[in-house]
């Protein structure tokens, strides 16, 4: 295997689509309090559930080094994310040690909100870039339904209030997972609230991620039929991006009022342009976000694995991949005998 130990080595590590690594998102936490049906359903994460021990996930430590060799490896992005990750102690211990990495150049976090009024100020000041929160619903049933029960879309504001005050310079995201019959009427809401707040708030179509969501292609609603929806209310004007690797399409509100997203990987799948790795909170590294498995860093990382065995392995895992789960879904899903199992997103994130 040819040695990845230099940065130069990183503007050459491409996988076999030549797609370069440049983003990991890390799960630092497993664990979830709230139980949406499209990731964690409380009949799957049950009281009984057995989620990962303290000892069995990456420390900090760990954490940190796996980032900064990936930074040697051309990744320019981290995105901390869940489970809920606000429910990791101390997390914005975290965000520091990664703020010193040189030639990381954005750290985000994915939260559901609830507990940024506690920790908002000080992951802004510890380094924390930018903040992407989940909500599903203004609508106090629709919300309760959607979070399984377990919140409250006034404490999600809250949250986002708390983001405001901290003022993150990269702005907020926020995401709306949409289903149809469930809360597909509460799009039109969703955008009229953050028009003008200056926060883009992303429509995401529902997704087969991992096993236990009961996902089926009727669920989806397809981007398309949103943007003409909301075009038909407030006409939008398409925003071209040059970001190949930017998994959502933009839209700008035609009078001034700011732009929303939106996120089709059913409907139109964006795997050529990816260049995204994923970190478990228990060490797995996995190159799709549809991946049935993923390469384990935690045990070589324990037994004193050198960071050039640990560059070659993350480089040699890259350099073949050639994922592209979304692009052939449906062929996979026509031949398939059975479901195909895949990780759960609550395992890896989203």
């Known amino acids: 295997m040819k040695p990845l130990a230099t940065d130069a080595d990183a503007a050459t590590l491409l996988d076999t689509l030549g797609r370069p690594l440049r983003d990991l998102r890390i799960s630092v936490m497993d664990r979830c309090n709230f139980r949406c049906p499209y990731c964690m359903p409380e009949s799957k994460y049950g009281e009984h559930f057995r989620f990962l021990g303290n000892d069995e996930r990456l420390s900090y430590a760990e954490i940190y080094r796996i980032a900064r060799l990936a930074a040697k490896l051309g990744v320019r992005k981290l995105r ?6 606000l429910l990791r102690p101390d997390l914005a211990e975290l965000i520091g040690q990664l703020r010193s990495i040189p030639g990381i150049a954005d750290i985000a976090l994915t939260t559901n909100g609830v507990l940024l009024p506690r920790q908002a100020e000080r992951l802004k000041q510890a380094g924390l870039d930018r903040v992407t929160i989940s909500l599903d619903s203004l609508d106090p049933t ?3 339904r959607m979070s399984g029960g377990k919140g409250d879309v006034k404490d999600v504001l809250a949250g986002i209030s ?11 995201k926020i995401n709306m997972v949409v289903q149809r019959g469930v809360n597909e009427a509460d799009v039109l809401a969703m955008a009229e609230h953050f028009r003008g707040s200056g926060h ?3 429509f995401i179509e529902f997704m087969d ?15 398309a039929e949103l943007v003409r929806r909301i075009d038909g209310r407030w006409p939008l004007q398409a925003v071209e991006s040059m970001d190949r690797s930017a998994v959502a399409t933009r839209w700008r509100y035609q009078d001034g009022a700011g732009e929303i997203g939106f996120i089709s990987s059913v409907s139109a799948p964006f795997c ?6 994923r970190l478990s909170s228990d060490g797995k590294l996995y190159t799709c976000l549809f991946a049935q498995t993923g390469m384990d860093l935690r045990q070589p990382i324990r037994q004193q694995a050198s960071d050039l065995e640990l560059l070659q392995l993350i480089g040699g895992r890259w350099r073949n991949r050639g994922d592209r789960y979304s692009e052939v879904r449906g062929l996979q899903l026509q031949e398939s005998a059975g479901p195909t199992r895949k990780i759960e997103m609550h395992y890896i994130g989203g």
């Open 272 to 277: 050529g342009g990816c260049t995204r790795a």
């Open 200 to 202: 883009v708030v992303r």
């Open 80 to 85: 901390i994310t869940g489970g809920e990750p």
């Open 162 to 172: 708390a983001a405001e005050a901290a003022d993150f310079g990269g702005g907020i």
């Open 142 to 144: 629709v919300f309760a």
């Open 209 to 223: 991620v991992g096993n236990r969501n009961a996902w089926q292609a009727s669920g989806v609603v397809p981007s």
